[in-house]
């Protein structure tokens, strides 16, 4: 699992990267908030106390002090402004006391997504789960605009909020709401045509990078790149009622026979998915890689589809696809002509004019059915650092993700780890998983038989 990044992101200009205005933009049609769990010992501390430091802490850390303005032209792309602390950013939900309400009650929270014109971020308490994985605990859940921050920038958020050790001071002021002066929209039209000749320059390379890059790849010097699976019955619209599990376990557990933890859980997700689906032909899994930070943006990361054999009986064999499969999808990822048709790309991107590129997400139909995925399902897989985060005066005991769904999968996974344990998140949609429950025991099921035969 890639780490988490150890360094905020600290913008230039208050203007938001291209990438981040897009996943801005992109929300209004599939919702991806963000919802990090962390699940604290319970202790001495008065829960008041707790929640008041924790709006300390949050006026000093920078991701939490922003929200999107949007220009007043449309010319320009919306900018990042200063946030005023927000009473009602945290809540304390006191009703919920057991565990399967805690993660009915996360579920549910998923159709609320935050405004990240008025607050990026909210924080979900849940003090006293009487029967939380390792007994009785309090389960704090950060939910994050997908704007805001990446994975792993958003657990270096989670981190700077559930941490003590000591932050920058907080913002004087909150920038007032309104409108931007009329100088920022004769300057934003002016740039229009700037942006244009740019962006086509910026293609002329970024045909150039993409033909080394096949040139490249016919000649067996780069991996080729994976391709597209047939659609199942995962891949379909979350129109029933979704559902959140987790699979607490120590990390060493995931690790039989020297495979990496991603690798041991793509390898069990395709024995649980090969009997979940009764013997498909092909599946592939979408993972989630980190990449080289761009300036200014606070989402790095792209999407690789990943084999998982169901089709090779055995389990070691299999195993060895996946890993060899995952190695190659990242070689590819990483290689120099690679990076260099990406980030021409990404200069293509950067020079779009703000009006074309909301033009363009506004033309995305999420009812419109692929026919074919990289991916049946997703895996994210981020390591959230030591377990020295504290909630209430109790030590961190782990933490969990929820990838969000969308229009054509039902089923996703997230894989976090923090300290010596690891917990699988499983969202899924009564759509394509009718029975949740039956899900998680096949994949714990799964996991132990991938542990019985890398041993």
Same mark, same amino acid.
């Given at each position: 699992? +890639?780490? *988490?990044?150890?360094?905020?992101?600290?913008? /230039?200009?208050?203007?938001?990267?291209?990438?981040?205005?897009?996943?801005?933009?992109? *929300?209004? /049609? %599939?919702?991806?908030?963000?919802?990090?769990?962390?699940?604290?010992?319970?202790?001495? &501390?008065?829960?008041?106390?707790?929640?008041?430091?924790?709006?300390?802490?949050?006026?000093?850390?920078?991701?939490?002090?922003?929200?999107?303005? !949007?220009? *007043?032209?449309?010319?320009?792309?919306?900018?990042?402004?200063?946030?005023?602390?927000?009473?009602?950013?945290?809540?304390?939900?006191?009703?919920?006391?057991?565990?399967?309400?805690?993660?009915?009650?996360?579920?549910?929270?998923?159709?609320?997504?935050?405004?990240?014109?008025?607050?990026?971020?909210?924080?979900?308490?849940?003090?006293?789960?009487?029967? @939380?994985?390792?007994?009785?605990?309090?389960?704090?859940?950060?939910?994050?605009?997908?704007?805001?921050?990446?994975?792993?920038?958003?657990?270096?958020?989670?981190?700077?909020?559930?941490?003590?050790?000591?932050?920058?001071?907080?913002?004087?002021?909150?920038?007032?709401?309104?409108?931007?002066?009329?100088?920022?929209?004769?300057?934003?039209? =002016?740039?229009? +045509?700037?942006?244009? =000749?740019?962006?086509?320059?910026?293609?002329?390379?970024?045909?150039?990078?993409?033909?080394?890059?096949?040139?490249?790849?016919?000649?067996?010097?780069?991996?080729?790149?994976?391709?597209?699976?047939?659609?199942?019955?995962?891949?379909?619209?979350?129109?029933?009622?979704?559902?959140?599990?987790?699979?607490?376990?120590? /990390?060493?557990?995931?690790?039989?026979?020297?495979?990496?933890?991603?690798?041991?859980?793509?390898?069990?997700?395709?024995?649980?998915?090969?009997?979940?689906? !009764?013997?498909?032909?092909?599946?592939?899994?979408?993972?989630?890689?980190?990449?080289?930070?761009?300036?200014?943006?606070?989402?790095?990361?792209?999407?690789?589809?990943?084999?998982?054999?169901?089709?090779? +009986?055995?389990?070691?064999?299999?195993?060895?696809?996946?890993?060899?499969?995952?190695?190659?999808?990242?070689?590819?990822?990483?290689?120099?002509?690679?990076? @260099?048709?990406?980030?021409?790309?990404?200069?293509?991107?950067?020079?779009?004019?703000?009006?074309?590129? &909301?033009?363009?997400?506004?033309?995305?139909?999420?009812?419109?059915?692929? +026919?074919?995925?990289?991916?049946?399902?997703?895996?994210?897989?981020?390591?959230?650092?030591?377990?020295?985060?504290?909630?209430?005066?109790?030590?961190?005991?782990?933490?969990?993700?929820?990838?969000?769904?969308?229009?054509?999968?039902?089923?996703?996974?997230?894989?976090?780890?923090?300290?010596?344990?690891?917990? %699988?998140?499983?969202?899924?949609?009564?759509?394509?998983?009718?029975?949740?429950?039956?899900?998680?025991?096949?994949?714990?099921?799964?996991?132990?038989?991938?542990?019985?035969?890398?041993?």
């Amino acid at each position: 699992m +890639p780490r *988490a990044r150890a360094d905020h992101i600290r913008p /230039k200009s208050t203007r938001l990267h291209p990438s981040d205005a897009r996943a801005y933009w992109m *929300a209004s /049609k %599939i919702p991806s908030d963000q919802f990090l769990l962390y699940c604290f010992d319970s202790g001495s &501390e008065d829960l008041d106390t707790e929640v008041a430091r924790l709006h300390e802490r949050s006026g000093r850390i920078e991701v939490l002090r922003r929200r999107i303005t !949007e220009s *007043a032209c449309g010319l320009d792309y919306p900018r990042w402004t200063e946030a005023g602390p927000r009473s009602d950013a945290i809540s304390v939900q006191r009703n919920t006391s057991i565990w399967s309400e805690c993660l009915d009650a996360i579920a549910a929270s998923f159709a609320s997504q935050v405004d990240p014109r008025v607050s990026v971020w909210h924080l979900h308490l849940y003090p006293n789960i009487a029967d @939380a994985p390792g007994g009785t605990a309090h389960v704090a859940v950060l939910q994050l605009s997908h704007a805001a921050a990446d994975g792993t920038l958003a657990a270096r958020t989670a981190r700077d909020l559930f941490g003590t050790h000591p932050l920058p001071p907080a913002s004087a002021r909150a920038d007032p709401p309104g409108v931007f002066e009329p100088a920022s929209t004769i300057v934003a039209a =002016a740039t229009v +045509p700037l942006r244009l =000749a740019r962006m086509v320059r910026g293609g002329i390379r970024a045909r150039r990078d993409a033909l080394s890059l096949g040139r490249g790849t016919d000649s067996g010097e780069i991996p080729p790149p994976a391709h597209s699976r047939a659609l199942t019955t995962l891949d379909v619209a979350p129109t029933g009622r979704t559902s959140v599990r987790t699979i607490v376990l120590p /990390k060493a557990d995931l690790q039989s026979g020297g495979t990496t933890v991603t690798t041991f859980v793509l390898t069990a997700l395709s024995v649980a998915l090969q009997r979940l689906l !009764e013997d498909p032909a092909d599946l592939a899994a979408e993972v989630t890689v980190a990449r080289d930070a761009r300036a200014d943006a606070r989402n790095n990361f792209g999407n690789v589809g990943v084999g998982l054999f169901p089709a090779e +009986p055995d389990i070691r064999a299999r195993s060895r696809l996946v890993s060899a499969d995952l190695a190659a999808r990242r070689t590819r990822a990483n290689h120099p002509l690679s990076q @260099a048709a990406r980030a021409a790309q990404d200069d293509v991107e950067a020079h779009v004019p703000a009006f074309l590129a &909301e033009w363009g997400v506004a033309q995305f139909d999420p009812t419109a059915v692929p +026919p074919t995925v990289t991916g049946n399902t997703v895996v994210s897989s981020v390591s959230r650092g030591a377990a020295d985060l504290t909630f209430g005066g109790g030590s961190v005991r782990f933490t969990a993700g929820f990838p969000a769904l969308s229009p054509a999968m039902s089923l996703t996974h997230g894989v976090h780890g923090i300290g010596d344990t690891v917990t %699988i998140g499983i969202t899924s949609n009564s759509a394509a998983v009718p029975d949740p429950d039956l899900y998680e025991a096949l994949l714990r099921g799964a996991l132990d038989d991938v542990r019985t035969a890398l041993a």
